[in-house]
C-alpha cells in the first residue's frame, strides 16, 4: 500500500488548521451577528429617551418661568392696591376719618374734636403731546392730586399720644401733619391735650 507523500500531509495538516482557525472565528463571532441589530435597537432607545428627557427639562423650566411671572404679575398687583389706597381716585373723607378714629382708640387717646374741612387743589399739570395731527396739537391733562385739610384734638398720656402719631407715620394712605399745638395738663394732672391739623391726599 503506498504511503502519502511529505507534501501531502503538509497540505492535510495545513487544511485542517485552516478549518480550526475558521470554526473558532466563527464561533468569536457568531454571537455579535445576532447582537449588533440588538446594539441599533437600544441606542436607539437611549436617544429616543434622551430627547424625552431634554424636552421634559425644556417643559420643566417653561413652568418655572411661568410660576415666576404669576408670582411678579401677583406682586405687581398687590403694589397697584396698595398704591390705589395711599392715593385714591375720590376724596373718600369719611374713610380716613374712620381710620384716624381707629389709630387713636388704638393708641389708647381720646378724640375730643375732629372736623374735616373744605379740599384744595394742591397741583396740576397739563403738558403737550409732541404729536401733530390735522386736527392740532393733542394736549393731554395729568392727574390733579388734590388734597383735604382736617383738625384734630385729642387727649391723652404722652406715651400714648407718642404712640398715635407713630401711627400716623406708617399708615398706609399718607396723612400730613400741618401744625400741631401741646397744651400739659395742671396741677399734676399727666394727661395732655393735643390739637393737629392733617392733610389727606388724592387724585382726580
Sequence with gaps: MEQPSEAKKTEQAV??????????????????IGINPQLGTLKEK????AVKKTDLRAKEQQVGNLKELESKIKATQSTVKKLAIALPNEAEVAEIL??????????GVNITALSPSKEEILASVVAENEEVTTEGDM??????????????SVEGSYDSIMKFLKAVENNLRPVK???A???????????????FVMEAYYQK
Design 15 to 32: 487544511a485542517l488548521l485552516l478549518l480550526f482557525l475558521i470554526i473558532i472565528i466563527g464561533l468569536i463571532y457568531a454571537p455579535y
Design 46 to 49: 437611549n436617544l429616543e429617551a
Design 98 to 107: 374712620v381710620q384716624v378714629q381707629a389709630m387713636a382708640s388704638s393708641s
Design 139 to 152: 394736549v393731554s391733562v395729568e392727574p390733579t392730586v388734590e388734597k383735604y385739610s382736617f383738625t384734630m
Design 177 to 179: 401733619i400741618i401744625k
Design 181 to 195: 399745638d401741646l397744651a400739659g395738663g395742671g396741677g399734676g394732672n399727666p394727661t395732655i391735650a393735643t390739637s
